[in-house]
């Protein structure tokens, strides 16, 4: 298995764009969670799925940022608009069951400009 | 969730055992104790995990206090890959799924 795809690997835009992060998790799995991860806060949760359902998004930072998970294979983050305070590397990992580790992916890091 | 404490850093050589320890006074009887490393540029990985007993894997041993209060990631014999940020999280089994990372421990291997 490939393990958790992220892309791009690294995104570089500027203040007020629309960011888009995707996840592919490895396959089988039914739990999938977006992680941010800054010098300032460490890694943080901001949102994790189960069979696709958004199960809790209180780490959601404001309404720029939305998650979707359309199918079993894949997620988006979307940060719109985007501000320099949302620079940071984004993870995401996915995980066969309630209780079972987490897989991570490599990471995005996005800078904003 | 419940806190863990574990040191900010700690230094260690080539092919020597390390332990690296966990606090965590406030443990309920159904938090289990979980560990992940960070690599250099690499997302987490898992290591271990436990609840009462001590637990043994390719990668480590945990070792678990009678009174679970605290516990010990125990590396048999460093390299330098194991170089990277050890976390020391509590999971209720039946609450979220969420992992709640700390600060963490950074691991310097000498050569």
């Known amino acids: 298995d490939a393990g958790v795809i992220q892309s791009p690997r690294h995104e570089v835009t500027e203040m007020g764009q629309e960011v888009t992060l995707r996840c592919k998790p490895i396959?089988?799995?039914?739990?999938l969670f977006w992680y941010r991860q800054t010098m300032m806060r460490g890694l943080e949760l901001l949102i994790y799925?189960?069979?696709?359902?958004?199960?809790?998004d209180s780490g959601m930072p404001e309404d720029r940022f939305s998650a979707k998970m359309p199918n079993a294979s894949f997620s988006t983050l979307k940060i719109q608009p985007s501000e320099p305070r949302d620079s940071a590397v984004y993870f995401c990992?996915?995980?066969?069951?309630?209780?079972?580790?987490?897989?991570f992916g490599p990471g995005t890091r996005l800078t904003v400009l | 969730d419940a806190k863990t404490t574990q040191p900010n850093s700690m230094e260690s050589n080539e092919e020597e055992p390390v332990h690296l320890p966990c606090n965590h006074s406030?443990?309920?009887?159904?938090?289990?104790i979980h560990w992940y490393r960070q690599l250099p540029s690499q997302g987490p990985e898992y290591v271990i995990h436990?609840?009462?007993s001590n637990v043994n894997n390719r990668m480590a041993s945990l070792a678990i206090a009678e009174d679970r209060k605290s516990s010990t990631l125990i590396l048999h014999r460093a390299t330098l890959r194991d170089a990277a940020v050890y976390y020391c999280?509590?999971?209720?089994?039946?609450?979220?799924?969420?992992?709640?990372f700390g600060q963490g421990t950074r691991l310097t291997i000498n050569p």
């Open positions: 396959s089988g799995h039914n739990s």
């Open positions: 436990g609840l009462t």
């Open positions: 999280i509590l999971r209720v089994i039946q609450g979220a799924q969420k992992l709640v």
């Open positions: 799925f189960n069979n696709n359902v958004p199960i809790d």
């Open positions: 990992a996915s995980s066969l069951g309630a209780f079972n580790e987490q897989f």
């Open positions: 406030t443990i309920s009887g159904t938090d289990y």
